[in-house]
């Protein structure tokens, strides 16, 4: 009796345990959860994300009911989460995964070609500067993750002379939902700087370039179905020294007008480097699995000194 008692308690059990599917549409968008209601035209799913949502019949790609033992590990995988304010993550982006982010400045395209593969394009409204991005994501375990990527960019046709490349590495340790990273790059800027050499009367440019290491700390946590806290940073406690050309005068008496003139040379004057560091705290609103609104404080750390930005920083995600 005692047996029976036991294995009828165990079926009741996981009769009253909701199925949990899958449901994939035909763009790829894909939503977890439990099946609400069905019928000719659509479906009702409770998602842990995003809530309650319609999905009409002919959307829909696919439906497969994920087992219980595994379906704790399923997480609804939202495409945004690969990206903070600024800085991206470890975590990837599949082929065909698209999306915008658009920003007070201007927009930020990105394309997923391949598993674990994506490339983009940013710039601002002026189209300046314009900056190519690519990153390869490398699975270290469950919810390890290793990136690494570059960014390249030009002044375009306003500073046709200035150039900039970052190569970087990140690492992720989490989930879509909470996450933390650690990025390292190396930013370095090719310049060409005017000068007017005094002694020839003569215009006399030198290039220049000029680099800086950048670290990063950021990192994701999920409050509830719709709202994320959502943390950037840039930091680059030292770089290298910087070179100038300044014109240092040399006084000068003439005796027979009985007066004083000025000579001019050029003296190269370098300076060390200062620390600096961008904070970016904020808040995103995950609106549905196509949309998602961000909105955030910037804060600025140069040479001791803290300056608040006034402007916030605010980005609408959209998928492509």
């Known amino acids: 009796m005692f047996v029976f008692s036991v294995s009828v308690e165990a079926q009741t059990s996981s009769e009253n345990t909701p199925k949990i599917y899958l449901v994939q549409k035909q763009n790829g968008v894909k939503f977890i959860g439990e099946i609400l209601s069905s019928d000719a035209r659509e479906i009702l799913i409770h998602t842990l ?14 439906i497969r009911e994920i ?24 975590l990837p982006i599949k082929k065909g995964e698209n999306y915008i982010q658009w920003n007070l400045y201007g927009p930020d395209f ?57 190569p970087y590495v990140a ?14 790059g190396y930013a370095e800027i090719f310049y060409e700087e005017e000068n007017w050499d005094i002694e020839t009367n003569a215009e006399n440019n030198i290039n220049r ?31 290298p020294d910087v070179t100038s050309m300044n014109q240092e005068p040399t006084e000068h008496y003439d005796p027979v007008t009985q007066s004083y003139y000025y000579t001019y040379k050029n003296v190269e004057v370098t300076e060390k480097s200062k620390p600096l560091a961008l904070l970016l705290p904020g808040i995103r609103w995950q609106i549905d699995a196509d949309r998602a609104f961000q909105f955030g404080f910037t804060g600025f750390y140069y040479d001791t000194e803290f300056i608040p930005f006034p402007i916030p920083m605010v980005q609408w995600y959209r998928r492509l």
């Open 209 to 239: 370039q000029m680099g800086r290491v950048l670290f990063s700390v950021a990192g994701m946590a999920k409050l509830n179905e719709k709202f994320s806290l959502v943390f950037d940073s840039f930091i680059s406690p030292w770089g």
């Open 49 to 62: 994300d995003l809530g309650d949502i319609y999905i009409p019949k002919h959307e829909i790609k696919e």
């Open 67 to 90: 087992l219980p033992e595994s379906n704790k590990q399923y997480i609804t995988e939202e495409l945004f989460a690969t990206r903070y304010f600024i800085t991206t993550n470890g």
């Open 171 to 184: 690492y992720t340790y989490g989930t879509r939902r909470n996450n933390i990273n650690f990025s390292l």
């Open 110 to 166: 990105q394309f997923g070609v391949a598993d674990n593969f994506g490339v983009g394009i940013m710039t601002s409204w002026a189209a300046i500067p314009i900056i190519a991005n690519a990153k390869y994501t490398i699975k270290l375990g469950e919810k390890s993750n290793l990136a690494l990527g570059a960014l390249a960019g030009t002044g375009t046709w306003a500073y046709p002379k200035y150039g900039l490349m970052l």
